[in-house]
């Protein structure tokens, strides 16, 4: 069973930053997808960002390409966002996820990816 902590979320004014982290306990991680994605009120939850095993390899959403950027420390089994040039567009739930098994042929931007997820972390943008 894997667990998965989000940290980092916040209010901020629209222009502004937040770095987001979830830290993995459980079980080793490092050989599979972790993501995030995110739900607004009222709105179907969506992908954001997603990061292969190595780091090496990123995948984004349209709509936070060149502002967020994912990362990972797989010694501390931790995955991170750096949002950048937040807009009130950005407010939601924010949460973590990571496979645990390997998935061929599904997008990494699929939820289908991944088999746990945390219990989110709200961000608040103002305007």
């Known amino acids: 069973q894997v667990q998965l902590v989000e940290s980092g979320g916040g209010l901020v004014q629209a222009g502004g930053s937040l770095r987001l982290s979830c830290a993995a306990s459980g079980r080793t991680l490092t050989a599979y997808h972790m993501g995030w994605f995110r739900q607004a009120p009222g709105k179907e939850r969506e992908f954001v960002a997603a990061?292969?095993?190595?780091?090496?390899?990123?995948y984004y959403a349209d709509s936070v390409k060149g502002r967020f950027t994912i990362s990972r420390d797989n010694a501390r089994n931790t995955v991170f966002l750096q949002m950048d040039s937040l807009t009130p567009e950005d407010t939601a739930v924010y949460y973590c996820?990571?496979?645990?098994?390997?998935?061929?042929?599904?997008?990494?931007?699929?939820?289908?990816?991944?088999?746990?997820w945390g219990q989110g972390t709200q961000v608040t943008v103002s305007s």
């Open positions: 996820t990571t496979a645990v098994a390997l998935r061929l042929g599904v997008s990494p931007s699929s939820p289908n990816m991944y088999d746990s």
């Open positions: 990061i292969n095993w190595s780091g090496g390899q990123t």
